[in-house]
């Protein structure tokens, strides 16, 4: 995003930060239309969105298939007008809801006495883990001056968003070479201050499970939470293990690990909104609940930071989770590593596109070969991005170092094929031999 002096440039629209006086301004209502013409112009507006349903997006959206999604929506639409925010009146809710949970908590080897609350995703589930931390410390009785958490770089920027939020230092430390936290590094930083250690399963950008054991041990000994970031391998690496794979400790076995996110709307397959945030017991799972009577309204309560919010992802995780069963999620986790695993093999020894580090689940991280660039100009890993994008891909870009990213999903089986082609064809052009090459970045 470029930023100007009159308003923000967001894509081929221009959207006003400060609006000019104006008497009367011309909206999109009109006369009021029929619904069917509402559903066409909403239709119409698609066109330039990505074919995620088709496999053409490596980011931001998820597909188990027309069917999984047609149950999934109808779910959602059934509903979508029942308030969350009080689960008494809604008892259809509540049932759906501590089911959902109760299964992602046998996903992460949760015991009786792990609990945990839907969320409206990862972002909601790592502010509350946040929110969490500095309220357990407070709980406990310790004196917070500058509370601080200690997270690897490579930690979502959510947490960055729950720092902000909540007035907590951030203190990022470099990843090792391997991608991974550098536990050591991480030990040193901790002071009487922290209130949190961070660990993902996997880490978004490189894909890698950090080492969580050495974390969540500090973090006991120290009476302190160590929360690891699941949000995507929340559903992948439990059935990646049940598959015969070996995974790296990450979840409620691991002591000292204080709470889990796993986000259902990525490889759980439902409804955008769908996160899970869960604590190793009921005691944790308060620091993320909200109380108050201070008002004239009555005695008001809440999970999470939301206050009314649809009941639909909840229907939705529920209804995708009961149709997929064991079975379901077995399939579309085996389906999607090997897929990931197939891109990485491609990767092997290619002679523009070299692989950051190889996937411990479904995500993938591809930057240019190093001996492609020549002093300070080299060829630039986002023009790949470019050429992916004119033949309708769409892939993640991320710094640093300058790279793409792609979130290997089911859908994308029945596009490996064509999307390796394309790929290959791109970054020929893009840095191959004989190639124009000349962009000149720095990374
Ligand atoms: C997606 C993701 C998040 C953020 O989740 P949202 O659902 O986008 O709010 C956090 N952590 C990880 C590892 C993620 O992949």
């Known amino acids: 995003m470029e930023q100007d002096q009159q308003g923000i440039r967001a894509g081929s629209r221009t959207r006003w930060a400060y609006s000019p006086p104006v008497a009367a301004r011309e909206t999109f209502i009109g006369a009021g239309q029929a619904p069917e013409s509402v559903l066409e112009a909403l239709e119409g507006l698609r066109g330039g969105d990505v074919r995620w349903r088709n496999g053409r997006a ?6 188990a298939g027309p069917e999984v999604l047609a149950l999934s929506e109808e779910a959602y639409r059934r509903f979508s007008g029942e ?12 049932e759906m809801h501590n089911d959902v949970v109760a299964t992602a908590l046998s996903w992460v080897h949760g015991d009786s006495d792990t609990a945990g609350f839907m969320t409206s995703g990862g972002t909601e589930s790592l502010v509350l883990t946040v929110r969490a931390a500095v309220r357990r410390a407070q709980r406990e009785g310790r004196t917070l001056t500058r509370p601080n958490m200690v997270l690897p770089t490579t930690a979502h920027a ?3 968003k729950g720092a902000d939020y909540f ?11 391997d991608w991974r936290a550098d536990t050591a590094a991480m030990l040193e930083a901790i002071d009487d201050q922290t209130v949190l250690l961070v660990g993902s399963a996997p880490s978004y950008p490189q894909g890698v499970v950090d080492d969580i054991p050495p974390l969540a041990a500090e973090a006991a000994a120290r009476r302190i939470n160590c929360h690891v970031d699941a949000c995507m391998g929340g559903v992948t690496l439990p059935y990646m293990e049940r598959g015969g794979e070996s995974v790296a ?14 986000d259902l709307h990525k490889y759980g397959y439902a409804a955008k909104g769908s996160g899970l945030l869960l604590h190793r017991n009921k005691f944790l799972r308060a620091d993320q609940t909200f109380v108050t009577d201070n008002w004239l309204g009555g005695t008001y309560g809440s999970s999470g930071i939301l206050g009314t919010k649809s ?7 529920w209804a995708v989770m009961r149709h997929l069963g064991d079975e379901g999620y077995q399939r579309l986790t085996d389906s999607a590593r090997s897929s990931a695993l197939a891109i990485a093999r491609h990767l092997e020894g290619h002679q523009v596109l070299r692989l950051r580090a190889l996937p411990d689940s479904t995500l993938l991280c591809i930057g ?9 100009i080299a060829p630039d890993v986002y023009a790949v991005a470019d050429g992916l994008a004119a033949r309708g891909w769409y892939v993640d870009r991320q710094a ?4 793409i990213h792609l979130t290997v999903n089911a859908v994308h089986a029945e596009v490996l094929h064509e999307f390796l082609r394309d790929l290959d064809e791109v970054s020929a052009t893009v840095a191959g031999p004989g190639s124009e090459g000349g962009y000149a970045v720095i990374e």
């Open 158 to 160: 959510a947490l960055e």
């Open 311 to 317: 009941g639909g992802p909840i229907a939705s995780s």
């Open 400 to 403: 640093p170092p300058r790279s």
């Open 83 to 94: 308030n969350a925010l009080n689960m008494v009146a809604f008892p259809s809710l509540r």
């Open 167 to 177: 007035g907590v230092e951030s203190r990022r430390i470099d990843v090792r070479p």
């Open 249 to 262: 400790p990450w979840d409620f076995r691991v002591d000292g690990v204080t709470s889990i996110s796993v």
């Open 58 to 63: 490596f980011s931001l959206a998820y597909s």
């Open 368 to 376: 240019l070969r190093d001996d492609l660039r020549h002093d300070d």
